[in-house]
Nanobody, 117 residues
Framework: QVQLVESGGGLVQPGGSLKLSCAASGFTFSSYAMSWYRQPPGKERELVATITVTPRNTNYVDSVKGRFTISRDNAKNTVYLQMNSLKPEDTAVYYC??????????WGQGTQVTVSS
């Protein structure tokens, strides 16, 4: 059974930091590109960051470049999103995604991040 379980969300003040984790099971994690998406209230879901399989290239949406860092630990089947200098506009439900060409596309259940004073 495939599972992607996000954790690490919460309430943080502007300028603060959070680290999201996504623990994967039920598929060959090391063969999948991993991404974080987010969906702000009342808006469309958007791609935030992606890390490929090999080499571990990373890509970010412009609004988070220099503030967010995506990383993966294949030994732990986990992908991370370090979020620094958080802004109120980063408030959203953050989703983990696993993607492999020609194979199924998997989603986690999401974790809420709220940036507010």
């Amino acid at each position: 059974q495939v599972q992607l379980v996000e954790s690490g969300g919460g309430l943080v003040q502007p300028g603060g930091s959070l680290k999201l984790s996504c623990a994967a099971s039920g598929f060959t994690f090391s063969s999948y590109a991993m991404s974080w998406y987010r969906q702000p209230p009342g808006k469309e879901r958007e791609l935030v960051a992606t890390i490929t399989v090999t080499p571990r290239n990373t890509n970010y949406v412009d609004s988070v470049k220099g503030r967010f860092t995506i990383s993966r630990d294949n030994a732990k089947n986990t992908v991370y999103l370090q979020m620094n200098s958080l802004k109120p506009e980063d408030t959203a439900v953050y989703y983990c995604n696993a993607r492999r060409s020609g194979w199924n596309n998997y989603w986690g259940q999401g974790t809420q991040v709220t940036v507010s004073s």
